[in-house]
C-alpha cells in the first residue's frame, strides 16, 4: 500500500514563490514516477509536472514551464514542486500522485496515476 502527504500548501500573493512536498511510503517509492497534478474550483483536474523514476526527466505543462520545478529526493521519499513567480490562475487543490509505469519517464494523463495524496490548497492573490 502507498500513501502520499503532501504539505506545503497557503495563501501567497501573486509573484511569491512556494514549495510542495510530498512524503511517500512504500519501499517501491524509487522505481516509479511521480506527478503533481491540480484542480482549480469548477475546473478540470490538469497535469502540471512529473519527474522520472529516476529524477532524470522532467515535463512540465506549458501553463507553468519556467516557474515550476519538480524534484525528488529518493533517499527520503520525497516528491517536491518549488512554484516561483505565482499567479491567481495557479490557486488550485494540488495532488502528488504516483505514475503506474515503473520506471517510467511519468504521464501528463491524469488516469496513468494509481495512488493519490489527499492534496494541499494553494491560493494566490492578485
Known amino acids: 500500500q502507498v500513501q502520499l502527504v503532501e504539505s506545503g500548501g497557503g495563501l501567497v500573493q501573486a509573484g511569491d514563490s512556494l514549495r510542495l512536498s510530498c512524503a511517500a511510503s512504500?519501499?517501491?517509492?524509487?522505481?516509479?514516477?511521480m506527478g503533481w497534478l491540480r484542480q482549480a474550483p469548477g475546473k478540470e483536474r490538469e497535469f502540471v509536472a512529473t519527474?522520472?523514476?529516476?529524477?532524470?526527466?522532467?515535463s512540465y505543462a506549458d501553463s507553468v514551464k519556467g516557474r515550476f520545478t519538480i524534484s525528488r529526493d529518493n533517499t527520503k521519499n520525497m516528491v517536491y514542486l518549488q512554484m516561483t513567480t505565482l499567479k491567481p490562475e495557479d490557486t488550485a487543490v494540488y495532488y502528488c500522485?504516483?505514475?503506474?509505469?515503473?520506471?517510467?519517464?511519468?504521464?501528463?494523463?491524469?488516469?496513468?496515476?494509481?495512488?493519490w495524496g489527499q492534496g494541499t490548497q494553494v491560493t494566490v492573490s492578485s
Open positions: 500522485a504516483r505514475d503506474r509505469v515503473a520506471y517510467g519517464l511519468g504521464s501528463s494523463d491524469g488516469d496513468s496515476y494509481d495512488y
Open positions: 512504500g519501499r517501491t517509492f524509487s522505481t516509479y514516477p
Open positions: 519527474i522520472a523514476w529516476s529524477g532524470r526527466s522532467t
